[in-house]
């Protein structure tokens, strides 16, 4: 892949204030001041990563070595925005040249991606949102080079989102994208068949149809015999997850959208976070100093939750990409040595402010638990009308506001009035909303869940808790489609789940 910009070097962490209080990297600027950690304390901390191995990990995990023990993979998302091209070694393989391969063909789509009014990606979890999180926030950027298409993303399987899809593209000019890494996948097969089924109705024919599919996978086969050519099948590899996977073929509809430079951008971004995260020291590094606030936050004020709050509406769904990126990476109880865990993930909530402040923000200042939270903010206005510095002003003003009520509290001789206070919070800043600023803060949160693994002695890269319910509910589908008058409990349904079948199906 060529490119005239040079990729920029990793922005050097510079702490601004004693007992940390503000740090830059990758151009992102992070203040914990909020936090309430003393340097003592922070100390204590630095050294307790340091016992746990996580230098030790993080090279492991970025030089390709398994740290996903359980399924016997190395974690190497990484190299999907391994814009140096450094070699990684998978089985004694370089796997840079693969991926480099994917970069080119990505670029090569995008040259000659003409004449197309509808994209339909269909994916679910990770496979669908990265890329529509990235794809929604690039279409608040001012003047952005985009094609204008409509770019329909179709994850649940309930009909009034394929209907409501459907009723808008154009199946003539319509590009279908099917991301499945087993090409197996329910929810995603399902829909794929009903929007092939959608063209057929319209009077596409077999070789319009099999022009307008792509599919990012691992199961080859699968996708040739579901009727995708073989050069519109770009390779998912084994040792990426899913909710890791925006940066790979994943996120074609980014590069389909803004152009295959404003994809680059966004890897470079990450790239610049990934550099930061392994050269330097923990004392000013961001993704580990995020983690460790976490875990002392779990320790001395013994939280059950955080928040995350963008005061941007062109992040509004990352609270959504976070909760599957660190829920479903450490939602466990058991460790990486088969024992219980003393600590594991809270849980994740939030929007985007102001609006969360009419939401949940009583239960922030007053309710009975503490719950930390990340404020994100955008230095620049995000629009050019007439009124924005003015709006960002304002926004920028109620986020602040926020952070510093929620420290200091209020006193009142009323108890209703008396804001409790030494409610910790930290502050991440954008300087603007662009594919770079984008690349480097999902990487920081990324690399964060990777810290915060090893802190735990949790396996952040696997997710077997989400397999019991997809193994229940094929006998319970063929129950529901079954024309029996009365289902009785059997193995798989219990007596509850075989009343409820009766009552849906009466």
Not at 405 to 410: D, R
């Amino acid at each position: 892949m060529n490119s005239s910009r040079p990729t920029p070097s990793p922005t050097p962490a510079n702490i601004h204030k004693e007992a940390l209080g503000t740090l830059d990297a990758a151009g992102l600027t992070l203040d914990i001041n909020y936090q309430g950690i003393s340097a003592s304390a922070w100390k204590l901390l630095f050294s307790r990563a340091k016992k746990a191995g996580l230098s030790e990990f993080i090279t492991d995990m970025f030089t390709g070595k398994v740290v996903n023990a359980s399924e016997r993979r190395p974690a190497l998302h990484s190299a999907l925005r391994n814009l140096l091209k450094k070699p990684i070694l998978v089985g004694g393989e370089d796997v840079m040249p693969a991926v480099s391969d994917v970069w080119r063909r990505i670029e090569r789509l995008c040259n000659k991606w003409v004449g197309i009014t509808d994209v339909i990606h269909i994916g679910i979890g990770g496979s669908d949102f990265g890329p529509r999180l990235i794809v929604e926030a690039l279409a608040h950027v001012p003047d952005i080079n985009s094609r204008g298409m409509r770019m329909h993303f179709l994850a649940n399987i309930d009909t009034s989102e394929l209907a409501r899809i459907l009723n808008r593209a154009q199946p003539n000019s319509t590009r279908i994208i099917i991301v499945s890494k087993t090409f197996t996948t329910l929810e995603t097969m399902m829909n794929a068949r009903a929007v092939v089924d959608w063209m057929k109705a319209n009077n596409c024919t077999k070789s319009q149809i099999a022009h307008s599919l792509i599919a990012v996978t691992t199961n080859i086969s699968a996708a040739k015999e579901f009727g995708v050519k073989m050069e519109n099948i770009y390779p998912f590899w084994n040792w990426v997850g899913g909710r890791f996977s925006v940066w790979s073929a994943v996120g074609l509809p980014i590069a389909l959208q803004y152009g295959f430079e404003t994809f680059k951008r966004f890897l470079e971004g990450a790239q610049a976070m990934d550099i930061h995260f392994q050269t330097t020291p923990f004392e000013e590094n961001l993704p580990v100093i995020m983690a460790l606030a976490l875990v002392y936050q779990q320790e001395k004020r013994k939280i059950k939750s955080y928040a995350v709050i963008p005061y941007a509406d062109a992040l509004n769904l990352f609270p959504t990409w976070l909760q599957q990126l660190d829920m479903e990476s450490h939602g466990k109880s058991v460790g990486r040595d088969g024992n219980r865990v003393q600590l594991s993930s809270p849980v994740v909530f939030g929007s985007a402010g102001c609006n969360a402040q009419h939401s949940f923000f009583q239960l922030l200042h007053q309710g009975g638990d503490i719950i930390p939270i990340d404020f994100i903010v955008v230095r620049e206005p995000m629009s050019n009308l007439p009124e924005a510095s003015a709006h960002h002003r304002a926004l920028l003003a109620n986020c602040l506001a926020q952070a510093q009520a929620l420290s200091h509290g209020k006193e009142a001789d009323n108890p209703n009035e008396v804001y409790p206070g030494k409610r910790p919070s930290s502050l991440l800043v954008l300087p603007k909303l662009n594919a770079y600023f984008l690349g480097a803060l999902l990487a920081l949160y990324e690399n964060r869940a990777a810290t915060l693994g090893v802190l735990w002695n949790i396996n952040t890269f696997d997710q077997p808790g989400v397999e019991l319910g997809k193994v229940l509910a094929k006998p319970i589908e063929a129950a529901l489609n079954s024309k029996s008058p009365s289902i009785k409990a059997t193995e798989g349904i219990d007596s509850i789940t075989a009343e409820r079948i009766n009552y849906l199906i009466s």
